[in-house]
């Protein structure tokens, strides 16, 4: 059940959250609506960068039986960062990067465990896209235990064009698949990387899979063959870590 500290609703509301700076997770906006108040509405969200959704009216009826005039925003309970800004200023302070990207996540529980093991082993930013991807709620920072209060999270538009701008700025891109892959402790990950994890079900896309300069998995020798997403993160996190303190870097 969504609390209602994490939505607004109603048109002249909505709009004034967007132009006051209300980080919006998403915006729901009913299939039937018309008229200028919410073509001001949808231009207001392309103007902020805020992902719209057309949706069924009873899908907003399921969140709120309120005069919600076919419009509700759902609330981010986290501040995006920019990947743009965020690598260089991570180059500037002398930082060897370490992001995690999560490529069709769509658990909170998942995403939520996954954060909290990137807070505490130093990764410098988790980058998720804007679509098919996990809502960064309250649900998701609770079950973070409050690591997405201090890690960031870059959401992007073109999680494409995110991973080809990591590989231009010199990250090693590797990615985790069980086909034409190595042993995912024989990678080197001492220099900046980025680790690209898909979801449970299809796996990293192959858009994403062609941009990564190597393929590594975790070996397993039981019946089933299927890690969790969140484990996998944690055995692939914790290899960097280790490798890094091997080779007497700090984490951070």
Do not use: W
């Amino acid at each position: 059940m969504i609390e209602k500290s994490q939505y607004i609703f109603g048109l002249r509301p909505v709009i004034e959250a967007i132009e006051a700076g209300k980080e919006i997770d998403k915006l729901l906006l009913s299939k039937s609506l018309t008229g200028d108040l919410s073509k001001n509405l949808l231009d207001c969200a392309r103007e902020h960068g805020v992902l719209v959704q057309r949706v069924p009216v009873q899908r907003i009826d399921r969140i709120t039986r309120k005069n919600h005039q076919g419009v509700l925003a759902m609330l981010s309970a986290v501040t995006y960062h920019s990947l743009d800004s965020l690598i260089p200023s991570l180059y500037e302070e002398g930082v060897n990067p370490f992001v995690v990207v999560l490529d069709g996540v769509t658990d909170v529980r998942n995403f939520g465990a996954i954060a909290r093991t990137c807070e505490c082993a130093g990764v410098n930013a988790v980058v998720i896209p804007e679509r098919n991807s996990v809502s960064v709620n309250a649900d998701a920072v609770k079950t973070s235990a409050g690591a997405l209060n201090y890690l960031p999270v870059c959401r992007e538009r073109n999680l494409v064009a995110a991973v080809k701008m990591l590989r231009d700025s010199g990250f090693k891109v590797v990615g985790t698949s069980d086909r034409n892959s190595s042993n995912y402790t024989l990678c080197d990950y001492t220099g900046p990387v980025a680790l690209v994890l898909g979801s449970e079900d299809t796996g990293i896309s192959p858009e994403i899979m062609k941009l990564c300069d190597t393929r590594v998995v975790i070996p397993e020798f039981g019946q089933i063959n299927s890690l969790n997403v969140s484990v996998a993160a944690g055995v692939m996190i914790y290899e960097v870590v280790r490798q890094r303190l091997n080779d007497n870097q700090a984490v951070k």
